[in-house]
């Protein structure tokens, strides 16, 4: 791949979290508006584009819940995060050559309003490399500057990007995390990753650069590789996103591809909660009748009791 060429592409990866910029992440979710980006699929995986409001049910622990918005957008501008794993294992098997590729296929589909932030890590926190511009040259130029280098902090570097996806100017927002999942530099451990992603209302899409048949997980196996690839399904499916694996060009292309799809195809549907009860992890599910197969949802938030609607009948 020439350097022009791998100078025009995309990437993956995470921020760190101090302690007390975590606790005050939390406390903010803890009391805000709580804001659910969904995805409707069909037959096929196709996304479903014209969903109404009173097709769709929200529920909190089970229980239903009384939503003051929805909007749809099938077309709007969305703000990327773009999170690159910059570390000595990216150096390896042409990942970052791949991570380029990627990212340079995420710039060829923007659409007029979008925006792109850069941030890289290693076994540092996430550093911003590129604030949020619609200048994709920018990008490409500091893409062409990163250098592999050194360990994999990549629980550390993940905690903080939510946070940081806010800056974007636009309400539909993604973080776009290229990485191969190794990490041996944190000062958080895996088991550590759900809570800190609990109150996450940005969908994380995860490009694993591996091959792609490296995808097929299995208790049974005890592969370290298959584990790493298991922490970026798992940071993908507790925000909402979806994980990819792939490291060629054709790989990358669907992968971004897709991403692009699902989020013009995405609807957000919120609520505030009620201050009521104790400030808890609570799950978030969604009905939507008609053609649905299947909804792409976060997982839940940490707050308050919710409006649910039983309690506002009988107020």
């Known amino acids: 791949m020439s350097r022009a060429v791998v100078c025009s592409i995309l990437l993956l990866a995470f921020g760190a979290f101090a302690e007390e910029p975590q606790q005050k992440y939390a406390e903010n979710v803890s009391v805000g508006y709580v804001m659910v980006p969904f995805t409707v699929f069909g037959e096929k995986g196709i996304p479903i584009t014209d969903v109404r409001s009173k097709d769709v049910s929200l529920f909190v622990d089970g229980q239903p819940v009384k939503s003051d918005m929805f909007e749809r957008s099938m077309d ?15 150096a390896l098997a ?5 991570a380029r590729a990627a990212i340079g296929a995420l710039i060829a589909h923007r659409r007029k309003g979008d925006d792109f932030a850069l941030y890289v890590f290693d076994d540092k926190e ?18 062409g500057e990163v250098k592999p280098f050194g360990k994999t902090a990549f629980f550390d570097a993940i905690a903080t990007m939510p946070e940081r ?10 973080i776009i995390l290229l990485s191969d999942g190794i990490d041996n530099a944190s000062q958080l ?9 609990e109150g996450v209302a940005v969908p994380i899409y995860a490009l694993g650069l591996r091959e792609s048949g490296e995808a097929q997980f299995d208790a049974k196996h005890v592969n370290e590789e298959l584990s790493d690839l298991e922490v970026l399904d798992e940071v993908s499916n507790l925000t909402g996103g979806k994980l990819f694996v792939g490291n060629t060009p054709d790989q990358l292309s669907l992968a971004i591809a897709s991403v692009e799809k699902n989020l013009r195809a995405q609807y957000l549907i ?20 008609g053609r649905s197969r299947s909804v792409r949802v976060r997982a839940g938030y940490r707050g308050t009791e919710p409006p649910v609607l039983s309690a506002i009948k009988r107020s």
């Open 94 to 98: 042409g990942k970052m050559d791949a």
């Open 189 to 197: 451990q895996r088991s550590q990753l759900p809570s800190l992603l």
């Open 165 to 174: 996806s806010r800056l974007g100017n636009n309400p539909t927002r993604a």
């Open 270 to 289: 919120g609520f505030s909660p009620t201050g009521k009860g104790a400030v808890k992890y609570r799950h978030i599910s969604l009905k939507v009748e």
């Open 126 to 143: 996430a550093r911003e490399v590129v604030p949020f511009t619609e200048d994709v040259q920018q990008v490409a130029h500091a893409l």
């Open 76 to 90: 709007a501008p969305v703000s990327f995060t773009i999170l690159l794993d910059s570390s000595g294992s990216m």
